[in-house]
């Protein structure tokens, strides 16, 4: 590290408040998961009300249901430049202002095309707020609170998603699908106006403004300098590591990057294609094809969401402790089994307030139980740490394409789908993708929990990224070098 660099430590005023604003910057830009959580949600209670409105039929119902999917896809794509470019910050600020463009012109839609028009470019602050808040935060964030830290993104998604069925089960007579809509533009306001008090992602700093610059806003979240200095000293001699063919997209074409990009994006297409996003937005359609009653469709929805969240906010405050890996392997079983249970439930299609009736809605939360518990909580958080610097803008926003790749994938093929197997037949290929994703995280996905970005970064480029049982790629790369 340099005399200039170390005078600036010695002379950076740190907040007494750091521990606070770390964890108030990270709550603010993780509204943006319940801002995406609400207004993916809201469909569910909204798309019925949508039906009766303009007449839609099952193609025209997955359209709209789909269509801030296929906006959130280009969305996810395009920020990674932008964020690059302008930083982590920026591009928050840039999201939440779709977001409150988007939702007005959602709830002002006068036809069917408007509407799946207006949800394609609200769809763009979605994706976009999927590629940049996690990376924010990581980014934001000490290497021992990062996996809470980013997961309250996750949490504020299932946030969202509850209040998006709970406005669906209680308002949806008094308030009608248009202000059911509106609202999100509310917290979008709020958070567009608080990210231009927040701290900078010293990383990006660091690489577009200079190591001085990241002194600047690294003594705004941190509380020693002995922790400044040693995060600047890893982020310099990554930064001095680089090649200019490492940056962007040219350098994900580097062979010692490969195993970041197969664990993380094999994890986006299983975080999404796993069946959890498909039973948030069909419940209620589901449920009124075997038999429920709308009211009690809407209220077994609501139980999903109650499900997620909880579950969400237990991964959030467990996965530096238990580990990514381990979480996963743990609760991914427990997703095949209560889907194969879903099958056989929708398959024998029981009556109406019978034994099998409640067997079907304990299936549907226990696979909420365990889908959200596990594979939810590390999706988004594994693409925000396994990335190296050099080309994190280009592979975070692979990611999250790959994310609602998936998910459009999955929310437009779903109906067609129980219309070809049946919907029982649906529950078992979702258990049959549940099952591939335990082997996948099982064979390919390492342990990251305790390591610093720099630290993954190198394991990397030593070749020492692969799984092992208990371990991170650094611990076990440590312990090697120690027993030779």
Known sequence: MSPAVTKAVDAAELSPNARWVLWIAATVAAICGGLYGYDTGIISGALLLMTHDFNLGTGMQSAVASAILAGATIGAVGMGWFSERFGRRTSVILVTA?????????????????????????????????????????????????????????????????????????????????PMISIAAIPAAFVFICMFFMPKSPR????????????????????????????????????????????????????????????????????????????IYYTPTFLSDAGFGSSSALLASLGVSVVYCVMTLLGCLFVDR????????????????????????????????????????????????????GIQVVGWLLGAEMFPLPMRGAATSLHAAVLWGSDLLVTSTALLLVQLVSLGGTMWVYAGVNLACTAFVYFLVPETAGASLEDIEASLRRGTFTPRRGQSPVIAHQSEASAA
Not at 102 to 124: E, K, N, Q, T, Y
Not at 211 to 230: D, E, F, G, N, P
Not at 246 to 253: I, V
Not at 329 to 346: E, R, T
Request: charged content about 15%; aromatic content about 8%.
């Open 204 to 279: 990006w700093t660091a690489e577009n403004e200079g190591v001085k610059s990241a002194v600047t806003q690294l003594s705004r979240v941190r509380t020693s300098r002995k922790q400044i200095r040693k995060e600047l000293h890893e982020i310099h001699q990554n930064a001095s590591a680089i090649e200019e063919d490492e940056r962007g997209w040219r350098g994900l074409s580097h062979a010692w990057v490969r195993p970041a990009l197969i664990a993380a994006l094999g994890v986006a297409f299983f975080t999404q294609a796993g069946g959890l996003e498909m039973m």
């Open 322 to 373: 238990i580990g990514r890996r381990r979480l996963v392997l743990i609760m991914g079983p427990g997703s095949v089994l209560s889907l194969i249970g879903l099958g056989i439930m929708f398959a024998v299609h029981p009556d109406k307030g019978s034994v099998g009736s409640y067997a079907t809605v304990a299936f549907l939360l226990l696979f909420m139980l365990f889908n959200s518990g």
């Open 98 to 178: 779709v977001f409150v463009v988007g939702a007005i012109a959602c709830s002002m839609a006068p036809d069917a095309i408007s509407l799946i028009v207006a949800r394609v470019f609200l769809g763009f602050a979605v994706g976009g707020a999927t590629q940049v808040v996690p990376t924010y935060i990581s980014e934001l964030a000490p290497p021992e609170r990062r996996g809470n830290l980013v997961t309250m993104f996750n949490v504020a998604i299932g946030i969202g998603i509850l209040l998006a069925n709970i406005v669906g089960f209680a308002m949806r007579d008094a308030w009608g699908w248009r």
